[in-house]
């Protein structure tokens, strides 16, 4: 005989749901498609670009629905249901099925017509490029005028810039 550990919590948590289910079937409520899943990301801020990155693990690219605006990029799809058929015994499945949708706002603008995108083993992969006004413009100051010039951001120009100019900027 072994010896089993009693966890009494877990024990309570599945008497809960057991009777949330009961309760939900005398009242005709089907907690399978009340059930809502949306695939975690994380956003990268690059020079030049956003990169995100869902995780949709077990869905096809076909099953896929991208839409980029400039502000927002919008992702859903479907993950299928595949039948199975157990001849012996039952079987419990705890994976999810159905339609997701998840709508992530982005915080600066993008060109939405040249976006690049990737899908390898379950994580989609965007690279957004930047609108030319969202990307960071370096501004030089003069210190003997009151005209200020805007310049394209490299790295060339800010290593012309002299250190007193560097300084008075940050202050």
């Known amino acids: 005989?072994?010896?089993?550990?009693?966890?009494?919590?877990?024990?309570?948590?599945?008497?809960?749901?057991?009777?949330?289910?009961?309760?939900?079937?005398?009242?005709?409520?089907?907690?399978?498609?009340?059930?809502n899943w949306t695939p975690a990301i994380e956003i990268q801020d690059r020079e030049d670009a956003l990169v995100l990155r869902a995780e949709i693990p077990g869905v096809?690219?076909?099953?896929?629905?991208?839409?980029?605006?400039?502000?927002?990029?919008?992702?859903?799809?479907?993950?299928?249901?595949?039948?199975?058929?157990?001849e012996q015994g039952f079987f419990r499945t705890e994976l999810r099925y159905g339609s997701f949708q998840r709508t992530i706002p982005l915080p600066v603008a993008v060109e939405n017509n040249q976006v690049q995108a990737e899908f390898k083993d379950g994580i989609l992969k965007l690279t957004l490029p930047k609108a030319q006004e969202a990307r960071h413009k370096v501004v030089k100051v003069n210190l003997g005028e009151d005209k200020q010039e805007t310049l394209p951001s490299t790295k060339t120009d800010n290593q012309n810039v002299s250190p007193q100019e560097t300084a008075s900027s940050n202050n």
Do not use: C
Not at 15 to 24: K, Q, S
Not at 60 to 86: P, T, W
């Open 60 to 86: 096809e690219a076909k099953d896929l629905d991208i839409q980029v605006a400039r502000e927002a990029v919008a992702i859903s799809g479907e993950h299928r249901y595949e039948n199975k058929a157990q």
């Open 1 to 35: 005989m072994r010896l089993v550990r009693w966890q009494p919590f877990s024990e309570m948590e599945s008497l809960r749901d057991r009777m949330d289910r009961m309760f939900d079937e005398l009242a005709g409520i089907n907690r399978q498609s009340s059930t």
